[in-house]
């Protein structure tokens, strides 16, 4: 220990020294600042140039470093699992425009000794602690800055007057409080904003007027009405307090607003501040003013009353000839008589349903309260052509498949994902079926049609690993898919809930589970026309028969439901999503890469994508694994003991070398599938013909390898 500290002090005399030269003056700043920061981070081992004796960042490629001549201008070290801090000699980085720590282990607070030129700033997706440090707000260049997936707490200052440059900011999943800051209203270049899943309150009123495309404010504690302005943005706004109905009006003698809406509910908000007398020359609006303003009040007051007594008067006419047409279209008037019909033609009893996933045969009530989403800011409604029926799958009803599954009992359930829940059901012939009962939140009651176009699309997909969807149930406002049963379970429970009694996987089994998914996603992205995006690739959607061939299920399915990537982007830290989609809340063909790369780390080490049992440093199993990937010694460590050292070394390094390429944080740089799918078949055929030529690898006993032989390549 004391020689290191030794050797430390000796370099940095070294380095003082060489300082005195002008020829190494900014590359002995540089080297300097740069050995801190790897100090502070515990000297890790990925970056073997920087424990050196170098003091040459630029001219030694140290790694992740990016120069300019003599100067650094990047500094790039996401996904390397490092630790530590970021150390506090940064700000001498004046050449610096580019840094990226994301997706990393670093924690404590964010220095306040930041390179001061930054253009992009990413810390995103690590273990940062306390508050955004005051020095960002002296980086006019700043254009990109990423904070989310952190620690962070506290009330953000008023940091962004003088970023008119920034066009993202995403400070999503923290522990934010409190008000918007009023200099976010500076934020003139601002084209994306992420505020979700932290504790923002009041009002959003301040970005009204900022050139937003997309704003996701979701799950934070906000009140007052959205601003007009937003109406043409992509928008994510759930899971807060919005008042409902149309925002009121400025009080009378309000002047226009510069910064955007701010409509306050009271009328003693104006500028003027005039006093209670009101009588003086100084004040706003003058005595007559005032009566004058009093007196169109109550005279535009009478003719709206007038007219409305009219419209009312022809609206009743209008019920009662409703009434006597022979079919009256939906409508609230006619909610009750066709509530009451519904339920005395149903032979359901629905007291006998299980109260925790009882199914409700009463329509929801009628919303009266509208907000900008409901009037002039929806689209108007159409009149929607007739939906065929879907064909090859058959309609059940509810009484049906309440009789199959026990009125939904807990003794039938299978599971419960984000979509619903999954209940095991065995209908007349005596197949066991699987039946997943939609969410409410995920598909609305009043959405038959839509859920019709949904069945009649995921009907279509066939696909030996797929699960294959073969009826279907919409009554009474209920959504239900009836889809085959897989006798084995999910490939979760296989790795996580495994006891003594259950079979686990050997390593032939886990390389055939990965190539037959790879093959479902490389039918889903490739052959499908248009593409589909699962958006949901988990263990616990890859079904096991009993041959132990993979079946994803859910497929097609989050593609078509209407609010399917809300109900996803609330379980972001699974642990399953891309960098991107943490960033973005959109989904995409390489997101799906990244989440299928994900499950195969899951086949490897035999552990969950996130778990917080784990030490901090091992809690991400991307994070924790990916800088292992490509070091054979570290690779052996990491395999899933359960295998007990059976594998063949090559398939294993060939296998990691998929999931790298898998998991990159950058999306343009994962593979297709079908290139995925033809490196796993690479991996099996030659397995299979080192098994037929030289034997087995000397890790490899005839034991590992016997079972599970059949051909699983065609």
């Given at each position: ?533 699962h958006k949901n690739i988990k263990s616990v959607n890859i079904l096991l028969d009993t041959e132990l061939n993979p079946h994803l299920s859910d497929s097609g399915l989050a593609s078509c439901l209407p609010n399917a990537d809300q109900v996803l982007n609330h379980n972001a830290g699974s642990g399953y999503g891309a960098p991107e989609v943490a960033m973005s809340g959109h989904y995409t063909l ?125």
């Amino acid at each position: 220990m004391k020689m290191d500290a030794f050797g430390n002090i000796y370099g940095l005399v070294i380095l003082s020294i060489s300082c005195i030269y002008p020829n190494f003056l900014l590359v002995c700043h540089a080297a300097s600042a740069l050995r801190v920061m790897f100090n502070s981070m515990n000297s890790p081992g990925q970056l073997t140039q920087w424990s050196g004796n170098g003091d040459d960042p630029c001219g030694q490629n140290w790694k992740g470093i990016t120069c300019s001549g003599s100067r650094v201008t990047e500094i790039k070290l996401p996904g390397l699992g490092l630790s530590g801090s970021l150390g506090y000699q940064l700000n001498s980085l004046t050449a610096v425009t580019n840094l990226d720590l994301s997706n990393n282990n670093l924690a404590d607070a964010i220095p306040y000794q930041l390179p001061p030129n930054l253009q992009r700033l990413n810390l995103a997706n690590n273990q940062l602690i306390g508050e955004i440090p005051y020095s960002i707000s002296q980086m006019p260049s700043l254009t990109y800055l990423n904070l989310g997936h952190n620690q962070l707490q506290k009330q953000l200052g008023d940091l962004f007057g003088q970023l008119t440059s920034l066009s993202t900011l995403d400070l999503s999943f923290n522990q934010l409080s409190g008000d918007l800051p009023e200099s976010f209203s500076s934020l003139s270049s601002m084209k994306s904003m992420y505020l979700q899943n932290n504790q923002f309150t009041g009002a959003i009123d301040v970005l009204a007027n900022l050139p937003l495309d997309t704003l996701n404010v979701a799950n934070n504690r906000f009140t007052g009405w959205i601003p007009s302005q937003f109406k043409k943005i992509n928008l994510q706004k759930d899971g807060n307090n919005w008042n409902s109905g149309t925002a009121p009006p400025p009080p009378p003698g309000t002047p226009p607003a510069h910064n955007g809406p701010s409509y306050k509910s009271g009328g003693n908000d104006s500028p003027s501040g005039s006093g209670a007398g009101g009588g003086s020359k100084k004040s706003g609006i003058s005595a007559g003013g005032i009566a004058g303003i009093i007196i169109s009040i109550l005279l535009v007051g009478g003719i709206v009353a007038f007219f409305l007594v009219k419209k009312k008067s022809r609206r009743s006419s209008d019920i009662e000839k409703l009434g006597s047409q022979p079919s009256a279209p939906y409508s609230s008037t006619n909610v009750v008589p066709d509530m009451k019909s519904m339920q005395a033609s149903s032979a359901v009893n629905t007291k006998i349903f299980d109260t925790s996933a009882s199914i409700n045969l009463r329509p929801p009530p009628v919303d009266r309260h509208k907000s900008f989403d409901d009037e002039e800011f929806s689209p108007k409604p159409v009149v929607k052509k007739p939906v065929a029926a879907p064909i090859n799958v058959t309609l059940y009803s509810v009484a049906d498949l309440q009789m199959a599954t026990g009125s939904f009992s807990v003794d039938h359930l299978l599971g419960e994902g984000l979509f619903g829940r999954v209940y095991r059901a065995e209908i007349d012939d005596g197949k066991v079926v699987a039946v997943k009962k939609l969410d409410s939140a995920t598909l609305p009651s009043d959405m038959s049609d839509d859920f019709t176009e949904i069945v009649a699309s995921i009907s279509l997909l066939h696909h030996p690993n797929v699960t294959e969807l073969v009826g279907y149930c919409s009554e009474h406002g209920q959504h239900l898919l009836v889809y085959e049963f897989h006798k084995n379970g999910s490939l979760h429970d296989f790795l996580h809930l495994s006891d003594e009694y259950s079979k686990r996987l050997i390593w032939n089994s886990r390389v055939k589970i990965a190539l037959g998914t790879a093959r479902s996603l490389e039918y889903l992205h490739e052959v499908c026309s248009p593409s589909i995006v699962h958006k949901n690739i988990k263990s616990v959607n890859i079904l096991l028969d009993t041959e132990l061939n993979p079946h994803l299920s859910d497929s097609g399915l989050a593609s078509c439901l209407p609010n399917a990537d809300q109900v996803l982007n609330h379980n972001a830290g699974s642990g399953y999503g891309a960098p991107e989609v943490a960033m973005s809340g959109h989904y995409t063909l390489k997101s799906d890469v990244y989440s299928f790369g994900v499950v195969m780390l899951e086949l490897l080490t035999g552990r969950k994508p996130f778990d917080s049992s784990r030490p901090r440093s091992e809690q991400s199993l991307v994070r924790w694994a990916t800088p292992q990937l490509h070091d054979i010694d570290a690779l052996s460590k990491m395999v899933d003991p359960e295998l007990k050292g059976l594998y063949p070394v090559k398939s294993l390094s060939r296998f990691a070398d998929v999931i790298a390429l898998c998991v990159q944080p950058e999306p343009e740089f994962r593979p297709p599938m079908s290139e995925v799918v033809q490196a796993l078949v690479r991996l099996v055929q030659r397995a299979n013909m080192s098994k037929r030529t030289i034997g087995n690898d000397q890790s490899e006993t005839p034991r590992a390898v016997n079972p599970d032989t059949q051909d699983y390549i065609s």
